[in-house]
């Protein structure tokens, strides 16, 4: 009888063994996910960085179809400049954008041309201050936060910072000629400038820009490195392209325009 007891626990106690992970085990495992983890962030970052872009470049095209259509409503004209409340170059340009209630409260977050302003990789904010390659720029209250800014030669009517007459465009489509060439709208720091090509170039500021309100400097306020060491910018003829830094002052901001070679220090 004994025996039988003695045969029937040998042959139960394997059934009824419970087996677990060990502490050496789990340290594998949560090492092979940390390795894991350390191979994919890097590709998945470089993939939210590319969506980002792609994202950007379709506002700008917005943008730049706005600002086309505009003209085509108006004789080829451009909006004047224009800093009295609601009548900024984004306000008028929002109804050919899709949002006639923009220039109303152009601060809200949901609307139409609040969404398109905003480049994925520039943080929104609520506080009035300058932009950066990683912040948007945002001016006065209830005027709007965004993360382009305009060319502003393309705004001839400009009384309030008057700028030499023979640089402007007179008309949108008199830059048609070196369209490929002649930025609209691009990322940057601020919400226009009047870039010339003999601006300067300021070292370690590509992730501030340079936004002095002066001649000379207003280049900087496109240079930020918000896409890798470049910006995306939208042109005249309707294109839009990755633009590197070095390569801002090839274009042909205005019409006197001497494209010039430079190194980024």
């Not at 409503?73 to 949002?99: C, I, Q, S």
């Not at 870039?195 to 306020?221: A, C, E, I, K, T």
Request: hydrophobic share 40%; with cysteine.
């Amino acid at each position: 009888m004994g025996q039988d007891r003695e045969s029937i626990r040998r042959f139960r106690a394997p059934m009824a063994r419970k087996h677990g992970f060990t502490l050496v085990e789990l340290l594998v495992v949560i090492g092979i996910i940390a390795v894991l983890i350390g191979i994919l962030m890097p590709a998945l970052g470089k993939a939210r960085k590319s969506a980002n872009a792609v994202a950007c470049m379709s506002n700008l095209r917005q943008l730049n179809i706005g600002m086309i259509s505009y003209a085509d409503a108006n004789k080829g004209f451009t909006m004047p400049f224009e800093e009295t409340p609601g009548n900024y170059w984004h306000h008028r340009l929002a109804p050919y954008v899709g949002d006639k209630r923009y220039a109303g409260d152009a601060d809200a977050a949901e609307k139409i041309m609040s969404r398109v302003m905003l480049c994925p990789e520039a943080t929104r904010s609520d506080s009035l201050q300058w932009g950066s390659a990683s912040t948007a720029w945002h001016y006065a209250s209830g005027e709007g936060v965004g993360a382009y800014g305009l060319n502003l030669w393309l705004l001839p009517k400009n009384t309030s910072y008057p700028q030499p007459a023979g640089r402007y465009w007179p008309k949108l489509f008199s830059a048609k000629g070196g369209g490929t060439e002649v930025p609209i709208v691009a990322d940057s720091m601020w919400v226009g400038s009047w870039p010339d090509n003999n601006d300067v170039v300021l070292p370690g500021r590509y992730q501030s820009g340079w936004g002095y309100h002066q001649d000379g400097y207003f280049m900087g306020r496109f240079v930020i490195a918000r896409h890798g060491q470049a910006i995306n910018v939208g042109f005249v003829d309707g294109s839009v392209r990755r633009v590197p830094l070095a390569d801002l002052w090839l274009l042909k901001w205005h019409r006197a325009s001497q494209p010039r070679q430079v190194t980024l220090p």
